[in-house]
């Protein structure tokens, strides 16, 4: 499986390759945003979600745990699922992956064993206070594809 | 005019609370039942569960509510439910029971906004004179709204990423402290000194908040400590964290409050409680002679008794809701 890395050294950065990917988006889109606080996952998200051309302010999803978006070109479902861990399965979020529209989560790898098998893990490393690597790694040939295309 | 007895109900989030509130302003009787033990153990509301313990009990709070405020449904003049914005199950649970009250005993639907009974909150201790600013801050929310009338709501600005609310929470986190953040953090507040530079964000003429910027702060500051092996002096980052939340929540909203010419300003939503946010408000407004009034401290809370108040108004003007009334996960005010 490729592994792909691209250094961000600033917010634009980051919503640069957002709207890449949003570029190549598809109904049924998943993307896993991993990485500790501050890193990038809303900055991402929010980058995404104005190329999908959903006007709303993308605010953080922690304490609603998942906001819906459904006026842009595709829906766009953007979870934080950091105060469920492995309490997932009564939660129906699990429905989200059918709904037709992107779904974006953050800290995904707290519920990876329920994740779908085909999806986009990005993990966010800061390694300076602006800059960040992001590395993708693309699960599923759908998604290769979609790495090869956009980064 | 005849007097109007409101049954609130509120389920959006982790309390059932159910509340009868005559005319708008006098509580008679409200019973919560608050989930906050159940969901301690998942570290946070977790939407499926709380939509279960709210079926199983909603039946159980509306009786005890009535009962203890020796009433009939026949007494009752409406039946107000908040139906968002919230958790979606949790909201469903609500609507129903409203819907299925107001079929059953014939009594007028009122679809109420959550947000709107935060504001709202505050007609139960004191009035609401127009034009008003009302600060919203809660875990979901940082909102200030201009109003000029009952339920007239103008948004000035709000949040651009993190509630004031999550940002509490999130800097808990990284300074490790137990869920939920907020309180303990402005009790650690109180034992710290401001020694810990914080930059104020948002700095502009805009009425919009940013609290993302705050957190990122502390985590750098945090870690940038640790590499140089120092401790954290988790009181002082405490303190220094809540004077620069209460500074750039002052300063927008005493400059709203000034541009608008206000005769009051409201502070409504779960974050009010926060004792430095209210002793510098007070302080503020009282040098100002700008009147302030906030929630006692058990209306902060979600509480059935705010959608009651709340609804009389949407009662006044004839805002009724009918049978399709829909729930609203991200209803805005």
């Known amino acids: 499986m490729d592994e792909y890395k691209v250094t961000s050294r600033s917010e634009q950065d980051t919503i640069a390759v957002a709207e890449n990917l949003e570029a190549e988006k598809f109904p049924g889109m998943v993307i896993c945003l991993n990485g500790e606080l501050g890193c990038g996952k809303t900055v991402f998200t929010k980058g995404f979600a104005a190329a999908l051309g959903i006007e709303d302010t993308i605010t953080s999803p922690t304490f609603n745990i998942i906001k819906e978006y459904l006026n842009g070109e595709m829906p766009l479902y953007h979870m934080d699922v950091y105060r469920l861990e492995k309490k997932i399965e009564s939660t129906g979020l699990l429905d989200y992956f059918d709904k037709g529209g992107v779904v974006i989560i953050e800290w995904a790898n707290l519920i990876e064993d329920y994740l779908p098998e085909e999806r986009l893990d990005i993990f966010f490393k800061v390694v300076e206070e602006d800059i960040r690597v992001m590395k993708f790694v693309p699960h599923g040939q759908k998604y290769e594809e979609l790495c090869e295309d956009a980064l | ?333």
Do not use: W
């Open chain 2, 1 to 333: 005019m005849k007097d109007v007895y409101i049954l609130g109900i509120e389920s959006s989030c982790d309390e059932t609370s159910i509340s009868i509130v005559k005319n708008g302003k006098e509580e008679i009787v409200t019973t919560t039942l608050t989930q906050i033990d159940i969901h301690k153990k998942f570290g946070g509301v977790v939407p499926e569960i709380a939509s279960r313990s709210h079926a199983e009990c909603i039946t159980i709070v509306i009786d005890d509510c009535l009962s203890k405020a020796n009433m009939k449904m026949e007494d009752i003049t409406a039946i107000a439910v908040t139906y968002g914005p919230g958790l979606a199950g949790s909201l469903l649970v609500g609507v129903e029971a409203a819907k299925a009250l107001s079929l059953a005993y014939n009594k007028p639907l009122i679809g109420v906004n959550h947000m709107a009974g935060h504001i709202y909150a505050n007609n139960l201790v004191d009035t609401m004179d127009f034009p008003l600013i009302c600060l919203v801050i809660s875990g979901g929310h940082t909102e200030i709204i201009y109003m000029d009338d009952d339920l007239s709501f103008k948004k000035l600005g709000s949040t651009i990423d993190d509630s004031v609310g999550e940002a509490f929470d999130k800097v808990g986190r990284v300074i490790d402290v137990p869920y939920p953040g907020g309180p303990v953090i402005d009790k650690l507040s109180k034992e710290g000194k401001d020694t810990y530079e914080l930059p104020l964000p948002m700095d502009d003429d805009s009425y919009n908040f940013s609290f993302s910027g705050i957190k990122s702060a502390v985590i750098n500051l945090v870690h940038n400590e640790k590499q140089r092996g120092n401790e954290i002096r988790k009181e002082d980052l405490c303190t220094s964290f809540e004077n620069i939340v209460v500074k750039t929540l002052t300063k927008k909203t005493m400059k709203a409050v000034k541009e608008y010419n206000v005769k009051e300003l409201l502070i409504a939503g779960g974050v009010s409680a926060n004792s430095g946010i209210r002793e510098e408000f007070k302080k503020i407004c009282d040098k100002e002679g700008i009147k302030l009034v906030v929630p006692k401290l058990s209306y902060c809370t979600d509480n059935g008794a705010m959608i009651a108040a709340a609804g009389y108004y949407y009662y006044k003007k004839g805002l009724f809701s009918d049978y399709s009334l829909r729930i609203n996960p991200g209803l805005d005010l």
